[in-house]
């Protein structure tokens, strides 16, 4: 079993930074990719991020692209997502998944986060 908790979301302006963090624990392998959801009110979840936790290749939403970054630390086990000119379409709960393989798609990924929350006000 993995397990995922997600940290940092809140309330911020528009063109502000914030910076989420996922603390895995349990069986986690150095090929499994990690990565980050949204999903905003009436939409459907939607891809955002994702990492190769060894290789540290990665893939970005054309949506996020230049704006955020993800990472990770390896001995910590930490996935973070720094989110820079936040945008108002940027507000979603963001959830922090992992998988054997990488897929842009939920249906992708077996572990989830419960979430955190992030709102860009304009």
């Known amino acids: 079993q993995v397990r995922l908790v997600e940290s940092g979301g809140e309330l911020v302006q528009f063109g502000e930074s914030l910076r989420l963090s996922c603390t895995t624990s349990?069986?986690?392998?150095?090929?499994?990719?990690a990565g980050w959801f949204r999903q905003a009110p009436g939409k459907e979840r939607e891809f955002v991020a994702a990492i190769r936790w060894s290789a540290g290749t990665t893939a970005y939403a054309d949506s996020v692209k230049g704006r955020f970054t993800i990472s990770t630390d390896n001995v910590k086990k930490t996935l973070y997502l720094q989110m820079n000119s936040l945008q108002p379409e940027d507000t979603a709960v963001y959830y922090c998944?992992?998988?054997?393989?990488?897929?842009?798609?939920?249906?992708?990924?077996?572990?989830w986060g419960q979430g955190t929350q992030v709102a860009v006000s304009s």
């Open positions: 349990g069986r986690l392998h150095d090929n499994d990719v």
């Open positions: 998944v992992t998988a054997n393989v990488f897929s842009a798609q939920a249906t992708g990924y077996n572990y």
